[in-house]
């Protein structure tokens, strides 16, 4: 049967008020739920209200209709946005004219509730996928515009690896993108560049890295391989491969760094571990050159292969030179001498060409350096470096050329070795202030016999060949009578008053204090050993 057929016009059609408001209910609730499955239940729900009608559990239109009694009526409900909805109503009866009406008004509710509810999902799916869009954009041209920072970072840290730029530069790029005070530690925790808005640097009370937990930070950092916050650090390690170099960090105490200011972080420390590297690299190239050049000075070469080796190092060896060496206690190994050693080079913006090995006596260094330099300070710098332990420092002789420090050496280790058997083993003990010692020593020569008296008495020697005079042996009677000059011109066998002349002129020639009790002694032993050397007996 069909919904369709002309009502029968003797019969009023007109659906009751209560059937209408039943019917205008459900599909009320069909358009505020809003979803389609919910849609079809309450309609299968709200046909039997309206007459003997249900829904024959068939969900495709096939075309067949069965060969029984039973009136039905196929429904197709296309909401014009998913699958359409194929239904087949079916009553044990045929509907009255008012049922019908009812479930024809019931069937465009329907539909209608589906379309609404098909054009709301539309639209929550249009939405969505615009926020998403929108989500996506924003996340694009935040990326894009992390992108743009991260290259800006880039372009400018590779400009300044295109200059061969330093630590110092380093530090003071980062510095000026990050907008935060930058740090770089030596691999000890020396503070060695500092860039920020305090020119002056940080507090002088300095706080390594760590502090006392320092190697704890240290390897946890390495260990992490990216930037670690230690306090109001951020610290990132310049380790390339297994050796620490040195550590470089941001001071952010107001905790305000950001993504950005760590990449730049990394970067910098990539550049600074290519560049402490070089350097390092460099540093040791140069330190095995100037040990072997050291060590062939101390053992004997030519001048011009010597001024043109170490012309190539950058060493001056035309000015005049001595030798050092360094012995620290029985504790102490010569590498941590010659470590720090050359801190105080580097921080004196000093130079010395070093020496240390087993073809060398064991635990000492040796240091060929200038005359100018203040051994005293050099003492004070190794003491505060290594600690009051019971260092010495020997100082040869000066040498106006190259050839001539072999000798500079062997007086250098006779005067650390007098000075360790002491009764003050430490300190600085120079060979030409050894005065009586050089020749009490075991290993002394005539040659350093020879070298004492010219020492001491060289002045007078030479005077007395040149105006044939008595200045050598009338010091040397002076000595022998204990200074006294009464005793001394009778047995001189001249006036008191030309004594008191030639004393005179013997101070102004020696330019040596004769009140000075090491004076005297040392002149005395020097007029004993001329005697001596020119065959005849003291006395």
């Known amino acids: 049967m069909d919904l369709d057929a002309a009502p029968d016009p003797r019969v009023d ?54 060969d029984d009694d039973v009136w039905r009526h196929r429904v197709l409900l296309d909401d014009s946005w998913s699958r359409p909805v194929s239904l087949t109503l079916r009553a044990d009866y045929p509907p009255t004219p008012v049922q019908a009406t009812l479930l024809e008004l019931l069937i465009q509710h ?36 992390r992108l743009e920072e991260e290259a800006r970072i880039h372009s400018t840290f590779g400009r300044l690896a295109a200059t061969g730029a330093e630590e110092t530069a380093i530090a003071e790029t980062l510095h000026e993108v990050t907008g935060l005070a930058v740090g770089i530690e030596d691999a000890f925790g020396n503070l060695r560049v500092w860039s920020g808005p305090d020119a002056s640097g940080p507090a002088p009370r300095y706080r390594k890295v760590g502090g006392g937990n320092r190697v704890d930070v240290l390897r946890r950092a390495a260990m992490e391989g990216r930037p670690l916050r230690d306090d109001n650090r951020i610290v990132q390690v310049v380790r390339p491969g297994q050796t620490l170099l040195g550590v470089l960090y941001l001071s952010d105490p107001d905790h305000r760094a950001t993504d950005l200011d760590t990449f730049a972080l990394e970067h910098a420390a990539t550049m600074l571990a290519v560049d402490m590297a070089h350097r390092r690299s460099l540093a040791e190239t140069e330190a095995r050159l ?42 102490t190994s010569v590498e941590s001498v010659t470590e720090a050693f050359r801190r105080h080079l580097t921080a004196t913006d000093s130079s010395a060409l070093l020496v240390h090995g087993n073809e060398q006596r064991t635990g000492v260094l040796a240091a060929v350096m200038d005359t100018k330099t203040d051994v005293n300070t050099v003492f004070s710098a190794l003491e505060k470096s290594l600690g009051p332990a019971v260092g010495v420092v ?40 050894l005065g009586v010692y050089r020749i009490l020593d075991s290993h002394s020569s005539t040659g350093d016999v020879e070298a004492f008296v010219q020492e001491w008495l060289g002045p007078l020697l030479d005077y007395d060949r040149q105006h044939r005079s008595t200045m050598t042996a009338t010091l040397a009677q002076y000595l022998e009578c204990g200074g006294k000059y009464d005793e001394t011109a009778q047995a001189l066998r001249i006036h008191r008053s030309t004594l008191r002349y030639r004393m005179s002129r ?18 005395h032993l020097a007029s004993r050993a001329l005697q001596v050397l020119a065959g005849g007996a003291p006395g």
Not at 315 to 324: A, F, G, K, S
């Open 13 to 66: 059609h007109t659906p009751r008020a209560t059937n209408l408001s039943a019917v205008l209910a459900v599909t009320a609730h069909m358009h505020d739920c809003g979803n389609r499955d919910e849609i079809l239940s309450l309609l299968a729900e709200a046909l039997p209200e309206l007459g003997p009608f249900s829904v024959e559990p068939v969900t495709v239109l096939t075309g067949e209709v069965p």
């Open 110 to 145: 329907t539909g209608s509730a589906l379309r609404a509810a098909s054009l709301r999902s539309r639209a929550a799916t249009q939405e969505r996928q615009l926020r998403e869009a929108t989500d996506e954009i924003t996340a694009i041209g935040t990326r894009a515009a």
């Open 290 to 331: 100037s040990r072997d050049l050291g060590a062939d000075l101390l053992a004997g070469t030519d001048d011009d292969s010597a001024y043109s080796r170490a012309d190539a190092l950058g060493y001056d060896l035309h000015t005049p030179q001595r030798v050092l060496v360094v012995h620290w206690g029985p504790d």
């Open 394 to 433: 020997g100082v040869g002789s000066e040498c106006t050329s190259p050839s001539t420090l072999p000798d500079s050496y062997t007086h250098a280790l006779r005067a650390l070795e007098i000075r360790k058997q002491s009764n003050s083993p430490r300190g600085v003990a120079q060979f030409d202030e």
């Open 506 to 523: 013997i101070h102004e020639l020696t330019g040596r204090d004769l009140r000075s009790v090491d004076t005297r002694l040392n002149l």
